[in-house]
Each structure stands twice: as C-alpha cells, then as structure tokens.
C-alpha cells in the first residue's frame, strides 16, 4: 500500500517563552499526497511556518509523528534530519535567504556541495537550474545586483536543483510587487507540473489559491480543510 508523501499525526508544538506557552500547533493530522500543490491560508502567528518547518525536518513536535514516505522522522538525530532536508525537502522563504558573498552560481550550487557531489556534477545542474527559472544570464551576479524577483527565482533554483520530494514554500511572494508575484507562482506552478514534486505553500495572499490542487487553513494552530 502506498504511504501518502507527509502526513502528520495529531501533532502539537509549543514554545516556552520566559514563563508563557505559546501553542502553535494544536493536535493537527494532515496528508500531502505525491503531485499536490497544497496551500495553507491563515493569518500571521497562525502557525503556518512552524506546521511547514515540522514537515521539512526543520523542528521537531512537542508531541505527534510526522512522517516522510512511510518513515516517521520526528525523532531522528539532528544529521538524520540534515541529511532530509538536503535530500527530499527544497525550502522557499520570503526573504530569500541568500548569501550575499555567494553569486546566484554558487547560492544555487549550495545544496549540492553539501551533498559532496562532483564539480562537474554540480556545474551542469546548476547552470541547468537557472536556466529553468530564466536566469542563465545572471549566474555571476550577487544578490545585491539583482532585483527582488531575481533573487526569488535564484531561491527557487537552489530548491528545485537536487531534484526533491517536496517543495515547502514559505509566503514566497511576500516581498514581492504583484508582477513579481505572478511571475514566481507562475513559475513554481510550472516546475511543478514538469517535475511532479507536491508544493506545501503557506500564504495570506488570495493569489497562489489559484494554483491549488487542495486547500487548507490554519486558525490558533489548529488545520481546517477546504479553506
């Protein structure tokens, strides 16, 4: 029988600040199947980015399982994590996260270098990556010089570039004019459909609703279906 891609189950995270709780998750079961594009809808502070950050192995629940293909992960070692993320799981951020030392090249490259691929490896896949997202003409230039869009595009080259499962994308437009905007969920939508990996996308934007395949919402940490 085949296991959805990520499921969650019955998950909480709470987070002590000084003598506070702060519950940012509730009790929350979710499947992402292979081949979705999934959005999640909610207000800031919701929970959206701590439910994406426990299916990219980037947290781990106060209680609950998260599962990867079958595998639960929640209580992997911090290199079993590493090695997820590096492996199954391309990140999208709103603010980019690039290195501003590194040229669009090597931000892009990063992910493999971790991986210890082979120079020549790592160079056909790169240039490859930023010519999918229109920027074969833009591998030396720094984050500094290029505009906001162009710095998504190169954060969504380094996401795609070793091939992952899933794809968690992080209010990616939120930095962005609505050109710029359409021109990256375009973009995502596109590379999605070509590659096949299912996108978890959370948002407060009405415009990726679009390109859903299944929507949900999330509301004091706990996940509504159908919003």
Do not use: W
Not at 169 to 178: H, K, R, V, Y
Request: overall charge negative; glycine content about 8%.
């Amino acid at each position: 029988m085949a296991h959805p891609l990520v499921e969650l189950k019955e998950v909480s995270k709470t987070y002590v600040a000084g003598e506070a709780q702060i519950h940012a998750l509730r009790g929350v079961s979710f499947r992402a199947e292979p081949g979705e594009f999934i959005t999640v809808s909610g207000p800031s502070g919701s929970g959206k980015s701590t439910f994406l950050h426990l299916m990219g192995a980037v947290d781990a629940p106060s209680s609950g399982e998260v599962f990867l293909d079958g595998r639960e992960i929640s209580r992997l070692s911090d290199e079993g994590l590493s090695e997820i993320r590096l492996r199954d799981v391309g990140f999208i951020h709103q603010f980019f996260h690039l290195m501003p030392t590194m040229t669009a090249y090597e931000n892009v490259a990063l992910p493999l270098l971790l991986q210890g691929r082979k120079r020549s490896e790592i160079k056909e896949m790169a240039e490859n990556a930023l010519a999918r997202v229109g920027l074969a003409n833009r591998m030396r230039s720094f984050p500094r010089q290029l505009s906001g869009g162009e710095m998504q595009r190169v954060a969504v080259a380094r996401a795609i570039i070793h091939k992952p499962r899933l794809i968690l994308a992080d209010e990616p437009t939120g930095n962005l004019d609505s050109e710029n905007s359409q021109n990256v969920l375009e973009l995502v939508a596109e590379l999605h459909q070509e590659d096949g990996f299912t996108v978890v996308m959370a948002t407060h934007d009405q415009m990726p609703l679009r390109y859903a395949t299944r929507r949900v919402g999330i509301t004091d940490g706990r996940l509504e279906e159908g919003c």
